[in-house]
């Protein structure tokens, strides 16, 4: 079986934990500060201003707070998908589309942040690019947030022992070389 006693974090993977944390709050914010400056005035795009930043908050505090609850610190791998989700975050906020007092008179206006910044050009770019942005950011951090809650258990991941067999066999030789899984 594998080791389960975790090392501190460093360099790269301290900067990772701490500045998730920070990251979690302020795209939270970035996804709902641009819909109430420009002037959000629809409910679809209200619940999905207030749903998206909530599912944001809770994967952080998942990923980031349930190992540290356990006295651990989260894992590489979760710490990754976090950032992924966070840089989808950062997407979700520059496109999301919304009815906004720029687009009250005619469909010509802006619906979208990049397209109140840069023109109407950019209007119908806003849903192709924030909706899969929005299912990759909440898919992400639910994947980031499963690993964390199982890497962050009594005894660490559970692997079985054929598991540990076929490790370094094939085209994927370097699975499970983390400092958790070393024999």
Do not use: C
């Amino acid at each position: 079986m594998g080791v389960s006693e975790q090392s501190v974090p460093t360099g790269l993977h301290k900067v990772a934990i701490y500045g998730g944390w920070a990251a979690t709050f302020i795209l939270a914010a970035w996804i709902v500060l641009p819909r109430v400056i420009i002037g959000n005035t629809v409910l679809v795009a209200w619940v999905m201003t207030i749903l998206l930043p909530l599912i944001l908050i809770a994967v952080g505090l998942i990923i980031l707070g349930v190992p540290a609850a356990r006295g651990l610190t989260p894992t590489k791998r979760s710490v990754a998908w976090l950032w992924i989700a966070l840089f989808n975050a950062f997407i979700v906020g520059l496109f999301l589309p919304d009815g906004t007092i720029f687009s009250a008179g005619s469909h010509d206006h802006a619906t979208s942040l990049v397209a109140v910044l840069f023109g109407s050009g950019w209007e119908g770019a806003g849903s192709a690019i924030a909706n899969p942005a929005a299912i990759i950011m909440s898919v992400s951090g639910i994947i980031g947030a499963v690993f964390s809650v199982l890497d962050s258990r009594q005894g660490g991941p559970i692997r079985t022992e054929d598991e540990d067999h076929f490790q370094g066999q094939g085209y994927f030789g370097i699975l499970g070389e983390d400092e958790y899984y070393q024999r």
